[in-house]
T-cell receptor, first 114, second 111 residues
Framework: EAGVTQSPTHLIKTRGQQATLRCSPI?????VYWYQQALGLGLQFLLW???????NRGNFPPRFSGRQFPNYSSELNVNALELEDSALYLC?????????????FGPGTRLLVL | GEDVEQSLFLSVREGDSSVINCTYT??????LYWYKQEPGAGLQLLTY?????DMKQDQRLTVLLNKKDKHLSLRIADTQTGDSAIYFC???????????FGKGTRLHILP
């Protein structure tokens, strides 16, 4: 069974640009979660999508947004990139009813903003 | 506000027990989690405990919860080199709420 996949693995952008990160959940999983792991800040919850709808979001500005598609894959968009957006962005998926108890994580997309 | 604190580093000799500690501020926390992040192997949920429990044991892992002190610990018995990783403590108020992570404790195994 394929795990959670993310693309691209690495992304280099400059300040002010937009970044789009993609995530494909495990087959059958309808919930997708996004996290940011920045140096010195640890792991921070970004967004949670459940069956196409945003269910919750962390303390991030509105320029962090995303969506979940009918096939449950998800996209994270970061507009007006800032240097401090450089981080590893992790996606996870789970069965809807399991929520946090059984999340499976992807390998992450490393975003570098120059 | 919500906050989860944990020490950044821990060194333990191979074969000894490791105890990773965590404190949280939100007394409403219902779910408490331990995640493990290994280089090149991603992040994985190790175990979790509900706030109505004091202890949970799973093979070499023991989770202890002191609700009065808002203190959570993860004990790894017979620590092995494969246990070398960053361990994150996390909490959420409900299954529908966001999850808050600590900054992670890097566990280093000494030969």
């Amino acid at each position: 069974e394929a795990g959670v996949t993310q693309s691209p693995t690495h992304l280099i952008k400059t300040r002010g640009q937009q970044a789009t990160l993609r995530c494909s959940p495990i087959s059958g999983h309808t919930s997708v979660y996004w996290y940011q792991q920045a140096l010195g800040l640890g792991l921070q919850f970004l967004l949670w999508y459940d069956e196409g709808e945003e269910r919750n979001r962390g303390n991030f500005p509105p320029r962090f947004s995303g969506r979940q598609f009918p096939n449950y894959s998800s996209e994270l968009n970061v507009n007006a990139l800032e240097l401090e957006d450089s981080a590893l962005y992790l996606c996870a998926s789970s069965l809807r009813q399991d929520r946090w108890e059984t999340q499976y994580f992807g390998p992450g997309t490393r975003l570098l903003v120059l | 506000g919500e906050d989860v604190e944990q020490s950044l580093f821990l060194s333990v000799r191979e074969g000894d027990s490791s105890v990773i500690n965590c404190t949280y501020t939100d007394s409403s926390s219902t779910y408490l989690y331990w995640y493990k992040q290994e280089p090149g192997a991603g992040l994985q949920l190790l175990t979790y405990i509900f706030s109505n429990m004091d202890m949970k044991q799973d093979q070499r892992l023991t989770v202890l919860l002191n609700k009065k002190d808002k203190h959570l610990s993860l004990r790894i018995a017979d620590t092995q080199t494969g246990d070398s990783a960053i361990y994150f403590c996390a909490e959420s108020i409900s299954r529908d709420d966001k999850i808050i992570f600590g900054k992670g404790t890097r566990l280093h195994i000494l030969p």
